[in-house]
Structure formats: C-alpha cells, structure tokens
C-alpha cells in the first residue's frame, strides 16, 4: 500500500504573491503621496514668491486677493508687509 501526501505548493506561492504585491503597491502609493506632497508645498511658495513680485510692481486688487487666499490674510496692510519682509 501506498501513502501519498499533496502539498499544495501553488496555494501558498499565490498566497506569498498576493502579500507582495499588495505590499508594494502601499509602498508605491505612500510614496506618491509624499511626492504629491511636496510639490504642493514647492508649487504653493513659488506662487506666493511670483504674487508678491507682481504686488511690489502692480498693485491691482486682484493679486491682493489671490496672494490673500495663499497665505490666509485678509490684510491689505498684513500682504503688503508679508511681500516686503520676504523680499529684504
């Protein structure tokens, strides 16, 4: 008489697959939030950086506005010394 004993050798390489790759693609997606991130915060400066330019040379109302919604000030006065103090 003969005993033979299956082991199910794909069941668990699929299994390890599976693992993997939901790993890597949480791998992939923190790290694309954090790129995401960071060019906001570069994108944001720089719009702040070319807003306050465009203050210092034309004071229209509308740059006060945009360059208000950024850094969250209602202040002419406030703006106004926000792009002074930055471009010192």
Not at 12 to 31: D, R
């Amino acid at each position: 008489m003969r005993l033979e004993v299956k082991t199910d050798q794909r069941r668990y390489s699929k299994y390890f697959l599976e693992i993997f790759l939901v790993t890597i693609t949480f791998f992939f997606g923190v790290l694309f939030l954090s790129l995401v991130m960071s060019v906001r915060k570069i994108s944001r400066y720089y719009q702040t950086d070319n807003l306050c330019h465009l203050i210092l040379v034309e004071k229209s109302p509308s740059n006060f506005k945009k360059l208000g919604r950024i850094i969250n000030q209602k202040n002419k006065q406030k703006i106004w010394d926000f792009c002074k103090v930055k471009f010192r």
